[in-house]
C-alpha cells in the first residue's frame, strides 16, 4: 500500500510542476473562475462544448501542487465527455474525497480511474479543497456561473 501512496504522489507531484493543458483556449465558449480562500489557489477553467461534449479544455492558475495537479489531471479526464458524464464524475471525486465512510469513498473514487491518486487527501481536510476546486470551477463553466466558484 505504501509503494502505491508513492507512485501516487509521484502522479500528483509530476503533475503539480508540469501541468498538461494549461494555457489559454481562445476558442473557449464556456469558462468559469475558482478560488480556494483557504490555501489561496485560484483557477480559470476553460471549455469548448459542442453538441453537449468536451471538445478542448484548458486551465490557467496558480496554487499549490495539489490544486494545480488536480486540474491538470481533471482536463485530462475530462475531454469527449458529455456534460451529464461531467456531473457524474464531479459527484464521485467529490465523495471519493469527502464521505464520511473511507470504503464508500474509496469505491467512488475507484470509478475515476487515474483520478483515484487524489484518495491520499482523504487523510488532509485543509487540501480536500485544493484538490475539488478546478472540479468545482468546472461545474460553474457548465452552469454559466456569473460568481466565481468558491470552495466554501
Ligand atoms: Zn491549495
Redesign the pocket.
Known sequence: MSELRDLYQEVILDHGKRPRNFGPLPAANRHADGY?P????KVTVNLVLEDGRVTDVKFVGV?????MASASLMTEAIKGKTEAELRDMFQKFHKGLTAGDEAEGAAALAELDKLAVFGGVREFP??V???T?PWHTLIAALDRAAQPAKTE
Open positions: 480556494n483557504l490555501c489561496g489557489d496554487g499549490c501542487a495539489i490544486s485543509v487540501r479543497k485544493c484538490a476546486l
